[in-house]
């Protein structure tokens, strides 16, 4: 299917708008509240949008105007950004895990007007830092409990906005049609914010033209249909959740779920069976670690059939079930009565025909491991700067280790360095304010994205960051996120930092996965009490090694770990460890580590 033809020439509002007057009753959305899944249509998510953007226009957020949200994924997310959508406006994703500080940096760069706080706990993040921002003039929160008694003129309750915006309507009925017979696809939708592994965050404006761009790139790279539905979970201010939960859903009219909190995503899952599931790396390994503690507690006989069936299914698991011989498929068939369907259900992943991964690099062994199980796992790359995905493996010529092939309308080379560079509508338009930084970015209409990789026959192997690649004394060239995503293939192993730029030898710093460690600890009868104390065990060390061991025998000699060190606390957000996103940021765990780091090569010279 060649959906880039098929596709409107419509914006994401213009989009919504078709929808609910082409499939009006079909429903769009459904949100679980009290454990009860309430739907919403098409029709009905058109004109509550309608509602909110005149109501956000009432308070003064014009055309251009910029509007943040910081909130978990919920209905009033994506109702509140089609909103201001519709009356032209520009949405900010905020995210709702960063600290007051973090919070006031976005919206002062992003001179963000309106901001819909989901709660009394992003209220307070924006109140506290209020000084700071002298473009904001309301804050509109849809869950008002412990705000009633605020003294707050400027905070206003989104049924309030919903309110003004219905009577705005009635009032000037064919305001919001005019609006959107207005818009074009060169109008800025989003200004989505970097991780800032590296420095401060950056904001990509990501225009209505580079959406439409892009949605080929997810619905026919990944064979998406309309039949679809999916649940959304991961935080919508970053770009890979945009492009599942609005993006391909709005041109397809496929069903958006969102559950009760990020707490409740694996019942959620079970519940909903969706079809089509996206998780950055993080969320498989919890996946995996989950279904190992299981497997923990089951007896003997049940363990040594799990162990069985990964053995007689594992050699074939990357052809697709079409290119299977007779045997093979009677095998799995078996193996999936017996063992694979009881794991499917447990995760919530039996319906799942379209599974991802993206966002950062993800262990191989993982991929293996979920595609075993009959979880059609696939990689897909691409950044903020490419309004999602460039790259994806393909169902029927899948090679393991790769992050695939250009989807539709994309052109991708590899400069001298190796460095990939990017061409296509779906480029962005730019970091706002910052002239500097776009032009170091897009040169000559190619983007260049700062990883390097390895392309043969229009397959693309990522190799890492082009600024993260260590040299060591001896002039080889490592990259450490090969190292790191084979070491964290260990069930027992969360987070892995490894070092070896100018070193004789690869050290790391290992955080342990407290859940999966902890159930081992119980089984061997080993006491602990805390993270600490449980990091700082000798068994739990040796264990570790053993898991570092078994790594090294898949990596170069060059590449293996020599030595580690065990973190006695989870590397932390608020701490200024990892981004919003998980991601490591290398430099302040150096800076902070550095005597830990320094312990490891103390006899360097011996070495």
Excluded at 28 to 34: G, I, M, S, Y
Aim: overall charge negative; some cysteine.
């Amino acid at each position: 299917m060649t959906a880039n033809a098929e596709l409107p020439e419509l914006s994401l509002p213009q989009m919504l708008r078709h929808n609910a007057r082409h499939r009006g009753d079909r429903v769009a959305l459904r949100q679980k509240d009290f454990g009860i899944w309430h739907p919403v249509t098409w029709a009905e998510y058109y004109r509550r949008a309608r509602h909110v953007g005149l109501g956000l226009r009432a308070l003064g957020l014009g055309v251009g105007g910029h509007f943040a949200v910081i909130s978990e994924n919920r209905i009033e997310w994506v109702i509140a950004q089609m909103g201001a959508g519709i009356v032209r406006a520009v949405t900010v994703g905020v995210y709702p895990t960063s600290p007051a500080a973090e919070v006031a940096y976005v919206l002062e760069h992003s001179d963000a007007e309106i901001v819909l706080c989901e709660d009394q706990e992003q209220a307070d993040k924006v109140l506290e830092v209020r000084d700071r921002l002298p473009c904001l003039r309301k804050l509109v929160v849809p869950e008002m409990k412990g705000l009633h008694g605020y003294d707050e003129p400027d905070l206003l309750s989104f049924d309030a906005v919903e309110r003004m915006g219905a009577e705005a309507e009635a009032r000037e009925p064919g305001a919001a049609d005019e609006l959107l017979d207005a818009q074009q696809l060169a109008d800025i939708a989003l200004m989505i914010y970097t991780s800032g592994s590296t420095g401060k965050p950056k904001g990509a404006m990501i225009s209505y033209a580079n959406i439409r761009a892009a949605a080929p790139s997810i619905i026919d790279g990944l064979g998406l249909a309309e039949r679809d539905s999916l649940l959304s979970y991961l935080p919508l201010c970053h770009v890979a959740e945009q492009a599942t939960t609005n993006f391909a859903p709005m041109y397809l009219g496929m069903l958006v779920n969102f559950g009760e909190s990020l707490r409740t995503v694996q019942e959620d899952l079970r519940e909903v069976a969706p079809t089509v599931f996206l998780g950055v790396p993080r969320i498989w390994e919890k996946l995996h670690s989950a279904i190992h503690i299981k497997m923990l507690e089951a007896g003997g006989v049940r363990q040594w059939l799990y162990h069985r069936a990964l053995a007689a299914c594992e050699p074939f698991c990357f052809r697709s079930r079409a290119r299977l011989t007779t045997g093979e498929m009677l095998r799995y068939r078996l193996y999936y009565l017996l063992v694979f369907r009881a794991l499917q259900n447990f995760i919530g992943l039996r319906c799942c025909r379209v599974a991802i991964t993206g966002a950062a690099p993800i262990a191989p062994d993982i991929v293996r491991f979920f595609r075993t199980i009959g979880v059609p796992l696939l990689e897909v790359y691409g950044q903020t700067e490419t309004t999602g995905v460039v790259t994806a493996q393909h169902p029927e010529r899948i090679e393991p280790g790769t992050i695939g092939e250009a989807t539709p309308g994309v052109t991708l080379r590899a400069a001298e360095d190796g460095e990939l560079l990017v061409a296509g509508g779906m480029v962005f338009e730019g970091y706002y304010k910052n002239a500097q930084a776009t032009d170091e970015t897009i040169r000559d209409g190619w983007l260049h994205t700062g990883d390097v990789v390895e392309m043969r026959d229009g397959i693309v192997r990522m190799v890492d960051r082009k600024k993260d690649i260590m040299i060591t004394a001896g002039g080889k060239n490592l990259s450490p996120s090969e190292i790191e995503n084979t070491v964290k293939a260990s069930p027992y192993i969360k987070e892995c930092v490894a070092m070896g730029e100018a070193r004789k030898y690869i050290s790391a710093l290992i955080q342990i996965d407290y859940d999966t460690v902890a159930k081992w600890a119980e089984e061997n009868g080993i006491a602990y009490t805390t993270f600490r104390s449980l990091a700082e065990n000798p068994q739990v060390e040796a264990l570790i090694d053993r898991e570092v061991v078994a790594a090294n025998g898949q990596l170069p000699r060059v590449a293996q770990v020599k030595r580690f060190a065990l973190l006695t606390k989870e590397l932390d957000h608020d701490d200024d460890e990892v981004t919003a996103t998980m991601k490591i940021r290398r430099g302040k765990i150096h800076e902070k580590y550095s005597e830990l780091i320094e312990s490891l090569y103390r006899d360097e010279s011996a070495a």
